[in-house]
């Protein structure tokens, strides 16, 4: 087995599992991509074996401290792992996250079940190799009818990956999935659908923002599929607009009304045009899409976050509330929010915190590896007289 000997201050001697190109002080033994590699200290002391991809800027990726081969018996050991966790957890079994990537000790796996279908996604060379062994394991233990996969995630080209996707295991029950979420009915197609099928880490937001809803005219930003939308609108709400830019996104919207039986007011626009000359909402939703696709775009996003903020807010009533999300794990928590203080008073707002909400328990963090943390939420509401 080839391996790597990483310098001094290297943050996998601190507990991360990580191991950039900067951080190798010697390779040893002509690995492979795609192969496993010890990690050893400069005492050649064995810090665990990791994935080797000489072609991403993380070059070793640990996934035991100690000697173990990515066999078979391996995968079956860590999918009944993450399984069993999400059954103590009380995750839902038909729909939800499986596998998280290192938070599940499988760095660059993502599964999702929805229903009878699992849907996966193998983002480094090394479980994408073994793509197939995965998908025959997770047909065995979830009893699902098959396995697809969705490897045309751009960032497997960080990886040198080729996109692609298909069925790889069992097969496709199924065209079209329909699954229930707090209540309202969304159509999954698993081999066009955006990602996996939908935002899972927010199908348990979609309740606890709608419990705010009866009687208030809401306004739904980013609105996608319309998760929140929807939920809120069932719950009660005077009127909902749902705002999003993405044509196929507005007619899954348009139809997911339908579907469900609610009138919402579809504006296919721009967020920042409609916040400028929108009118008044009691509760506004701002969920965008990732804006710091990596730490070099930080600053350029906490000024996106400032604006959109800022925006929001002159358009809230009284007595009104602000949720905003942030998908950014290249932006902390206290940035988020740093950011989102600035726009209040750019605004001339102040709000009060009503509560924060985080990725749910079927997207486990882990401490140490901040990376698998990545969902902030936080519900604010305006101060009148101020």
Known sequence: MG???????????????????????????????GEVVSIKDGRDQLLGVGIYNSQSQIVVRRYSRRRQDLDEDFFRRRISQAMEYRVKAGCRRDLGRLIWSESDGLPGVIADRYGEV???????KAMDLRRE?????????????GVIER??????????????????AG??????????VSGVRFLVDPLAGHKTGLYLDQIESYGIVAAYASGRRVLDCFSNQ????????????????????????????????????????????????????????????????????????ANEALRGYRDLHARAARRLSKHGLLVSFSCSHHISAQEFEGAIAEGLHDAKRNMRLVRRISQPLDHP???????TEYLKGIVLEAMPGR
């Open 151 to 168: 490897n045309d995630a751009p960032v497997r080209n960080m990886e040198g990956l080729e996109l692609r996707k298909g069925i790889l």
């Open 365 to 371: 963090i882990v401490l140490g590896l901040p990376e």
């Open 3 to 33: 391996g790597i000997i990483v310098r001094p201050r290297s943050r996998i001697l601190h507990g991360h599992d990580w191991v950039y190109s900067s951080e190798i002080l010697k390779t040893f033994g002509h690995p492979q991509d």
């Open 118 to 124: 699992v849907m996966l996604q193998t983002l480094t």
């Open 133 to 145: 062994t995965i998908a025959k394991v997770l047909l065995e233990l979830t009893a699902a009818g």
């Open 171 to 180: 097969t496709l029950p199924e065209q079209v999935i329909e699954i229930d």
């Open 226 to 297: 319309g998760g929140f939308a929807l939920a809120c609108a069932k719950a009660g709400a005077l009127t909902v607009t749902a705002v999003e830019s993405g044509a196929e996104s507005v007619a899954k919207l348009l139809d997911h009304s339908k579907r469900n039986g609610v009138a919402i007011e579809v504006l296919p626009a721009d967020v920042f045009d409609v916040l400028t000359r929108t009118g008044e909402f009691d509760l506004i939703i701002l969920d965008p899409p990732s804006f710091a696709k990596s730490r070099a775009k």
